[in-house]
């Protein structure tokens, strides 16, 4: 080992000697020459390679120093030079002490973490026979399923050989040993499993011990053995128990854990409450490889690392977003779930079919809350389902979370059998389904979008200036007898051989918004937007203020 005392002293014969010797140069020569002093200290003090290479940097260090001081104008004076050849021998005995450089090494391999790496998780048997159990442990022929029941055991406090000593007689007193340890699990899960809250009860009968799962929640409350759980809640159980187990003064305490592919049988949720359990109840340095978007913690992609595979280069990791379409996938779909729930996901909300009745809403709705006060009120959020197949979807995503929702649909019938399929699937009340129909006094027949809260002349404008360049000062030849007015411009310019967008008069609409209010909100318009925004935010306040889930 490096002698401290040996090169302490060393050092300080050469600081004295360097600075007596350059006491007569200038300050800045003075001040470089001292510098090398400093940087030969820093260098023999580097605790880093004390361990492993510190003979080759002491070396280094001190023929770089014999070179840089002439160079500075100040030869080695004869204290610093002795000090110097001490230095070196003592790193010359050091490299030729192999006994020393053995013990140096096996400090080295004492330093490195344990890795425990794990590819599969095997699931804890929901039955189990003590008695074969500690016969099997006792002669030394335990199998890999006792292995994982002693984990359980461990985790759930208790005792094989006590369970098994007690006679059918202590009956109470089994019965209070296995429901406690049932309790302790059934805790602890709850705060893991949020999918749905599980209740876990060991029963005890003779030499056997059973497993047993239930949903207290669900109707009928009926036990199912461990083993005939879902696999998903199986692998869950049998990952929480193990590592738990390992991690407590096991194999695996205090180690970096490297996983492949964790919760792969998982759904979304019960991924991110696996995501949720790494950070919050392992003190473990984790390492694991996901495909999944729901495993990526988004909140921490300082954590996130991409790996790449190519003929060229071999495997990449790196911390930047590169790779290609499938590494980058995961990571792409994670920020914009994420994005999407902290732009159009609050405690109440406004689901819409398309952007572009996003678009006309939000913009129509901005305008009048900031001139009147007639908009859709604070603290509601508007949310586009990204077309009005995707409606019921949307919805249902909401309401799994518990949340406030309202639809705005469409006058005409695929929006109807919408909201008839919403109510059917008991996703939404009646209450909670507003029809753009619901601004006209009179319901407009034939149908009615969101196109049609604006007034004809408005929207006429709107159109001619968005497809100006297609229609070359052409007059389209509108239908009169087809109700909807987008309906009508979109048959008038099939008909002259383009493609209607619906996009582009909403585009045009938020634009004059900013720039000449009064070219697209006339009276009439602004009537009916108000119309629509006051129904809507009564069905949500109804709603907030029943503060119930859907049909309970």
């Known amino acids: 080992m490096v002698d401290t005392d040996l090169l302490k002293q060393s050092i300080k014969t050469i600081q004295q000697s360097v600075g007596s010797a350059s006491r007569n140069f200038e300050e800045a020569a003075k001040a470089q ?62 490299a030729n002490d192999e006994a020393l450089n053995t013990q140096a090494r096996q400090w080295v391999v004492n330093q490195m973490p344990v890795f425990v ?23 030394g022929q335990q199998t890999e399923a006792d292995i994982y029941f002693e984990k359980l055991c461990k985790v759930a406090g208790l005792n094989p050989e006590e369970l098994n000593s007690l006679s059918a007689d202590d009956h109470e007193r089994r019965q209070q040993l296995v429901n406690r340890a049932g309790a302790l699990i059934t805790g602890k899960l709850r705060k893991l499993w949020t999918d749905r809250e599980l209740k876990v009860r060991f029963n005890l009968d003779g030499a056997h011990l059973d497993t047993y799962i239930s949903d207290p929640t669900s109707t009928y409350d009926v036990e199912v053995n461990l083993n005939e759980r879902s696999r998903g809640f199986r692998w869950f159980f049998s990952f929480y128990i193990t590592f738990t187990a390992d991690t407590s003064g096991g194999s695996a305490h205090n180690a970096i854990l490297l ?18 359990h790494f950070k919050a109840d392992f003190k473990n340095q984790i390492i694991f490889t996901t495909h999944s978007p729901f495993m990526i913690p988004v909140d921490e992609l300082d954590s996130v690392r991409t790996v790449n595979i190519s003929q060229e280069q071999g495997t990449t990791v790196s911390n930047d977003p590169i790779g290609d379409e499938k590494t980058l996938f995961p990571l792409q779909t994670a920020l914009g779930y994420s994005t999407t729930q902290a732009l159009f996901i609050g405690e109440k909300n406004i689901v819409v ?53 309202v639809v705005l649909l469409d006058e005409e019938p695929f929006s109807r059998n919408t909201a008839e399929e919403l109510k059917k699937a008991k996703l939404i009340r009646e209450e909670g389904v507003v029809f753009v ?38 007059t389209l030849s509108l239908n009169a007898n087809i109700p909807r007015i987008a309906k009508r411009y979109e048959e008038a310019l099939k008909a002259a051989g383009i493609a209607f967008n619906k ?50």
């Open 33 to 94: 020459i001292l510098s090398q002093v400093e940087v030969l200290s820093t260098a023999l003090n580097d605790k880093t390679y004390w361990a492993s290479n510190w003979t080759t940097v002491a070396k280094k260090a001190v023929n770089t120093f014999r070179i840089q001081l002439p160079s500075l104008g100040l030869s080695v004076p004869d204290g610093a030079d002795g000090a110097l050849d001490e230095i070196e021998e003592h790193a010359e005995s050091l």
């Open 117 to 139: 790496y794990l590819s599969d998780y095997p699931e804890i048997e929901g039955h189990q026979h003590i008695g074969e159990y500690l016969s099997r442990k006792s002669s």
């Open 259 to 276: 996983l492949d592919e964790p919760g792969l049988y998982l759904h979304a949720v019960a991924q991110r409450d696996l995501l949720k």
């Open 353 to 405: 079919e398309g952007v572009s009745d996003y678009w006309y809403i939000s913009a129509a709705s901005d305008y009048l809350n900031d001139s009147e006060g007639a908009g859709i009120s604070a603290g509601i959020t508007l949310t586009p389902a990204g077309g009005a197949q995707r409606v019921s979807y949307m919805v249902s995503l909401l309401a799994s979370h518990d949340l406030h929702v």
């Open 437 to 474: 129909s619901e601004a006209f006094t009179a319901p407009p027949k034939g149908g009615a979008d969101i196109e049609d809260l604006l007034e004809p002349a408005v929207f006429d404008a709107l159109m001619t200036e968005a497809f100006a360049k297609e229609l070359g000062g052409n």
């Open 503 to 552: 996009t582009r008069p909403a585009r045009l609409f938020l634009k004059y918004l900013g720039e000449n209010p009064s070219h697209v909100m006339s009276e009439p318009t602004k009537n009916n937007f108000r119309k629509v925004f006051s129904r809507l935010n009564s069905a949500v306040e109804k709603q907030a203020q029943a503060d119930r889930k859907p049909f309970r």
